[in-house]
């Protein structure tokens, strides 16, 4: 009768450690979200007003993958930039990631507000390794227009076809959900 007590709680409290664990991954993820949003975000508001569209769209080819990496290899967690319909084929959805996208239309649909719409789960591989998983949806806003939205000028088009043949993202209109943060950070037990 004590070893079943001593056993209920052991395995209590490794439950609450377990639970403890994934608040503080996910508070790792999403300060590094934080970060490369507002990393992003002051890098193309100062080259939009130096330079104008054509050289951000220049700019934001190469910068956004390098501050993305810079950021995910600083803090040895996987992180990126995705959506239902990206600009660079790298930013490509997973089957998985596709799905929460998915789900993400859903609850904007069902009203939810876009700014707080987010996702986690614990997910175990084949290999028996577990990772902590974790979206978050980004808005479209009115800056995001000039280079997402229905309305993009010819010549920066011209631009953006010329790196991005297979560009999927325009169309969108403010506060659509332009994409998505996601992480993925492996757990040490
Ligand atoms: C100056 C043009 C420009 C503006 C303005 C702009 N973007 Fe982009 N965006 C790009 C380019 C170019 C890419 C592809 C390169 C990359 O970032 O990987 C991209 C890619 C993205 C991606 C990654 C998914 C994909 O489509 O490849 C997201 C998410 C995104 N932009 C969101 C936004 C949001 C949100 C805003 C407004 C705050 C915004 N963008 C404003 C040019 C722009």
Redesign the pocket.
């Known amino acids: 009768m004590f070893i079943l007590r001593l056993l209920i709680v052991f395995f209590a409290w490794s439950n609450l450690l377990y639970a403890d664990d994934t608040l503080a991954y996910e508070e790792e993820g999403k300060v590094a979200i934080k970060e490369l949003a507002m990393s992003l975000?002051k890098s193309?508001k100062t080259v939009?007003k130096e330079s104008g569209?054509i050289a951000?769209?220049e700019y934001?080819?190469i910068a956004?993958?390098d501050i993305t990496d810079r950021i995910s290899n600083s803090k040895s967690i996987f992180l990126k930039?995705?959506?239902l319909?990206?600009?660079?084929k790298?930013?490509v959805a997973t089957s998985w990631e596709k799905d929460v996208l998915n789900n993400f239309e859903n609850r904007k649909r069902l009203g939810e507000s876009v700014n707080s719409i987010d996702y986690k789960e614990v997910y175990t591989d084949n290999n028996n390794k577990s990772f902590f998983r974790y979206m978050k949806a980004?808005?479209?806003?009115k800056?995001?227009l000039?280079?997402?939205g229905s309305n993009i000028k010819p010549n920066l088009r011209t631009r953006?076809n010329e790196?991005?043949p297979e560009d999927k993202?325009y169309g969108f209109e403010i506060g659509d959900i332009?994409?998505?943060f996601t992480i993925q950070i492996p757990l040490s037990n």
């Not at 980004?138 to 806003?141: K, N, Q, V, Y």
């Open positions: 975000k193309l939009l569209p951000a769209v934001c080819n956004a993958v930039r995705t959506s319909k990206v600009r660079n790298d930013n980004i808005p479209t806003g800056v995001c000039t280079c997402h953006i790196l991005y993202a332009r994409g998505a």
